[in-house]
C-alpha cells in the first residue's frame, strides 16, 4: 500500500512539474477578406483601454485580484503594443490613456460608448468568430466619435481573462482529472476605424505564468500570429 | 453638461458575485432591530482580505470612469441615502457613500465597505424619492448587518465541501464498473454537490428577505411610506426586454413573493402618509441618470426600455428638445420591433427565443428578419413616422438644437432620401459644437454621399447609428 501510495505521489509531483514545465501558448485568428486581400490595412492603430480581469481559484472558491488584474490589463497592453511595433505599426492612442479620460469626461463618455458598442458585437462575434472571413460584423461608423479613429487606419481592443489556480487547487485538480493549470486568454481584436467593420479577431491560450509574465507567455506567439494576420505595412499589396 | 446632450454608455461590469450576495444580521440603530449575529461581527483574516479587495474594486469604478458624475444626481442619492442612515453611527470599517453607477443594468450592489452603488437601468425605471429609498434601505442593511462578510465565510466553507464531494465521485473510477460502492460514490458525490449548491443560494436567499424587512423598517423610521418596496418590486418585473444574463434574480427569492411578502409588511407597519415624492420631484434631481441610461439602453439593443424610459421624460418636460430627441431616437433604432412585446413574447418560450435571437443574429439581421414578417414593413414605416415626427417638435422647441438634425440625417439615409439626409447633415454640422465628438462621424457620411464618392467609404446601411 506504501508503494502506491509514494508511486502515486511522485507520479503526480512529476506531473505537476511537467505541466508547469511544458506551458504552451495556442493561438488561433479569423481574417476578415478585406484585410487579406489587401484592400484596406492595419499600419496605424488606436488602442482603447484594455480590459484584463484575474481570478484566483483556490479550494475554498473563486476571490478576485482587482489590484493584480489592473496591472496585468497595462502589461497586455505593452506586449501588444511592443508586437504590433515591432511589424511596423504606429499607434496612435495619444490622448487616450485612463489618465487622459479621467480628466475628460466627454471623451470618456465616447470611448465607453464604443467599448459598449463593441461588447454587444462581441457577443455574436465570439460565438462565431469564423463569420469574421464573411464580413459580417460591424460597430458601425460610429468608431468615429474616437478623435483618435482620425488619425488612424484600426482600433483595437484587448481583452484578457484569466484563472489563476492555487497550487492545492492544481494538486486537487490533478487527482480528480478538474482543472488542474492556469489559464489566460487574451483576445485583440481590429476593427476599421471608418466603417467599424471588424477586421482581425485573434485569440490566445497559454497555461503558465501568464499573469506574471505576459511577454514571455504571449509576446512571440502574438507576433507571429500578427504577422499571419496581415498586420502591418505591406508593400506590393494590392490597394 | 447637460447629460442629455452627449451618447454616453455603460461599460457591461462583471462584478465578482460575492459583492452582490449578502447575508443576515441587524442594524445597530435604536429604533430598528438588531440581527445578533451583526451585533457581535469580528474581524477575521478572510474578512479583512475581503475588505481589501473590495477597496481597491470600488476605487477602480472610479477610475474607469463608471461613477456618474452628475453632482445633482450624485448629491441626491446620497441625501437620501443619509437620510435612511439617521444619526446612526456607521460600523467599524464602514464608510457610507452612495452613488449611480453608469450600468443599464437593472440592479443595486452595496459593497461592505459601505459603498452602495444604484445602478442608471434602476434609477430610471424608480419613480419616486420613496421606491429610490426602499432601493438603498435594502442596501444599507446588507452593508450595517456584514451579509457579504458572513456570506463570504459561509460560501468557503461550503466550496471545501463540493471539493470532497468532488473527489468522492472521481473516486469512484477507481472501483470496477458495476460495482455498489462505485455507483454510492459517484451518486454521493453528484447529489452532495448539488445539496451544498442548493444550500448556497438558499442562504442567499434568506439574506435578501432580511435585507428587505429591515430595508422596509429603515424607511418608514425615516419618514418614508414603506408601501413603495413592493411597488419597486413590481416595477422590477417590467419585461419589455428578455434578461440577458440568465438567472440574475437566482439568489433572489422570487419577485412576486417578496412584492407579496413585503406588502404584508407594510401593511402591518403602517406608514401610508409618509413621504412618498412625486415623479417630478424624483427627475428634478435625477435625470441626467435616465438620460444616460437611455442611451445606454439603445447601444445595448434595448430599444424598448429606451423608449419607455425616454417616454417618461416627455411626458415630464414634453418641450425639452433633448428629451424629444431621446424619443424620437429611440423610435427610429426601434425599426421593425413594436414598442411592447407580444403576448407570445412573455410567455417562457418565447422569452427563450428572444434569447436564442439576441445571442444568435446581429442587431442588422434582427431586424432583417422582422421585416421579413408581414407586419414587419408596416410597423418600420410607423416607428420611423414616429420618430420623425418627434425630430420635428425638438426642432420646434429649439431651432439652435443640433441634435434632432443628425437624427433626421440618419432616419432620411436609411429611407434612402439622399438630399434631405445631406441637407440634415450640414444643418446638424452647422449648428453642432466645434468640439461635437459626433462631427468626424457626420461629415465622413456627407463625403460619402456626396454625388460621386467612392463606394464603401462607410458603412451606413450596416452601422445600428
Request: charged share 25%; net charge neutral.
Amino acid at each position: 500500500m506504501n508503494f502506491f501510495r509514494r508511486t502515486f505521489l511522485a507520479v503526480l509531483l512529476v506531473s505537476l512539474d511537467v505541466g508547469t514545465a511544458l506551458a504552451v501558448t495556442a493561438s488561433k485568428s479569423y481574417t476578415n477578406p478585406k484585410l487579406s486581400s489587401g484592400q484596406t490595412s492595419v499600419t496605424r492603430v488606436c488602442m482603447t483601454p484594455p480590459e484584463a480581469q484575474l481570478d484566483k481559484v483556490g479550494m475554498k472558491g473563486v476571490e478576485g485580484m482587482s489590484k493584480e488584474s489592473e496591472i496585468w490589463s497595462a502589461q497586455l497592453q505593452a506586449v501588444v503594443e511592443t508586437e504590433l511595433k515591432d511589424l511596423g505599426v504606429a499607434i496612435t492612442s495619444t490622448g487616450m490613456s485612463n489618465s487622459d479620460l479621467e480628466s475628460n469626461d466627454d471623451l470618456r463618455q465616447a470611448m465607453l460608448q464604443i467599448q459598449e458598442k463593441y461588447k454587444s458585437v462581441a457577443t455574436q462575434m465570439e460565438r462565431k468568430a469564423k463569420d469574421i472571413k464573411k464580413s459580417r460584423y460591424t460597430l458601425g461608423d460610429e468608431v468615429a466619435l474616437l478623435p483618435c479613429s482620425a488619425d488612424s487606419d484600426s482600433l483595437a481592443f484587448v481583452e484578457g481573462e484569466g484563472r489563476v489556480l492555487t497550487g492545492g487547487k492544481k494538486a486537487f485538480g490533478m487527482l480528480i482529472g478538474g482543472e488542474s493549470s492556469s489559464r489566460g486568454t487574451l483576445r485583440i481584436t481590429f476593427v476599421d476605424a471608418k466603417s467599424g467593420d471588424v477586421l482581425a479577431y485573434a485569440l490566445f491560450l497559454n497555461n503558465g505564468k501568464f499573469e506574471d509574465d505576459p511577454q514571455s507567455a504571449y509576446g512571440k506567439k502574438l507576433g507571429k500570429e500578427l504577422k499571419k494576420i496581415g498586420i502591418g505595412p505591406h508593400e506590393g499589396k494590392k490597394k | 453638461m447637460n447629460e442629455c446632450l452627449k451618447p454616453r454608455l455603460r461599460s457591461l461590469l462583471v462584478l465578482p458575485a460575492v459583492f452582490l450576495f449578502v447575508t443576515p444580521c441587524f442594524a445597530q440603530s435604536t429604533s430598528i432591530d438588531q440581527s445578533p449575529s451583526s451585533a457581535s461581527f469580528q474581524f477575521t483574516q478572510v474578512d479583512l482580505n475581503l475588505l481589501a479587495e473590495v477597496n481597491e474594486f470600488d476605487k477602480q469604478l472610479s477610475r474607469k470612469g463608471l461613477v456618474l458624475k452628475d453632482p445633482i444626481a450624485t448629491a441626491y442619492v446620497q441625501s437620501v441615502g443619509e437620510k435612511l442612515l439617521g444619526n446612526q453611527p456607521p460600523p467599524e470599517r464602514v464608510e457610507f457613500k452612495f452613488r449611480v453607477l453608469r450600468d443599464p443594468t437593472i440592479n443595486a450592489f452595496a459593497l461592505p465597505n459601505g459603498s452602495i452603488y444604484v445602478n442608471s437601468g434602476l434609477v430610471a425605471l424608480l419613480n419616486n424619492e420613496a421606491e429610490l429609498a426602499s432601493v438603498l434601505g435594502h442596501e444599507i442593511t446588507h452593508v450595517i448587518n456584514r451579509h457579504t462578510y458572513i456570506y463570504n465565510r459561509s460560501v468557503r466553507k461550503k466550496m471545501v465541501m463540493i471539493d470532497i464531494f468532488q473527489a468522492a465521485g472521481a473516486a469512484s473510477g477507481f472501483f470496477p464498473s458495476g460495482s455498489v460502492t462505485g455507483a454510492v460514490l459517484a451518486i454521493s458525490g453528484m447529489l452532495g454537490q448539488v445539496m451544498v449548491v442548493t444550500t448556497i443560494f438558499g442562504y442567499s436567499r434568506d439574506l435578501e428577505r432580511e435585507a428587505d424587512r429591515y430595508g422596509l423598517d429603515r424607511m418608514y423610521h425615516a419618514g418614508y411610506d414603506p408601501h413603495a418596496m413592493p411597488r419597486t418590486f413590481e416595477l422590477l418585473d417590467e419585461r419589455l426586454e428578455f434578461e440577458p444574463v440568465e438567472g440574475l434574480y437566482r439568489d433572489h427569492p422570487k419577485l412576486k413573493e417578496r412584492q407579496e411578502t413585503t406588502q404584508e409588511m407594510a401593511e402591518k407597519r403602517g406608514g401610508r402618509g409618509l413621504l412618498v415624492g412625486t415623479e417630478s420631484d424624483y427627475l428634478d434631481n435625477i435625470s441626467a441618470a435616465v438620460c444616460y441610461n437611455v442611451r445606454a439602453d439603445l447601444e445595448g439593443r434595448r430599444a424598448r426600455t429606451a423608449l419607455a424610459r425616454s417616454r417618461k421624460l416627455t411626458q415630464w418636460q414634453p418641450q425639452e428638445s433633448s428629451y424629444l430627441v431621446l424619443e424620437a431616437d429611440s423610435f427610429r433604432v426601434l425599426g421593425a420591433k413594436t414598442a411592447l412585446p407580444s403576448p407570445e413574447e412573455l410567455q417562457k418560450h418565447g422569452q427563450a427565443e428572444h434569447r436564442k435571437r439576441y445571442f444568435k443574429l446581429t442587431e442588422e439581421e434582427e431586424q432583417r428578419e422582422l421585416l421579413a414578417k408581414p407586419t414587419g414593413p408596416e410597423q418600420l414605416q410607423a416607428n420611423l413616422e414616429k420618430a420623425e415626427k418627434y425630430y420635428h417638435s425638438a426642432i420646434q422647441a429649439n431651432e439652435r438644437f443640433a441634435d434632432p438634425h443628425r437624427g433626421l440625417g440618419f432616419l432620411y439615409q436609411r429611407q434612402g432620401k439622399t438630399a434631405d439626409a445631406l441637407r440634415e447633415y450640414q444643418l446638424y454640422l452647422s449648428l453642432a459644437p466645434p468640439d461635437a465628438f459626433d462631427r468626424l462621424r457626420i461629415e465622413r457620411r456627407l463625403t460619402a454621399l456626396q454625388p460621386g464618392a467612392a463606394p464603401n467609404t462607410v458603412t451606413p446601411a450596416k452601422a445600428p447609428e
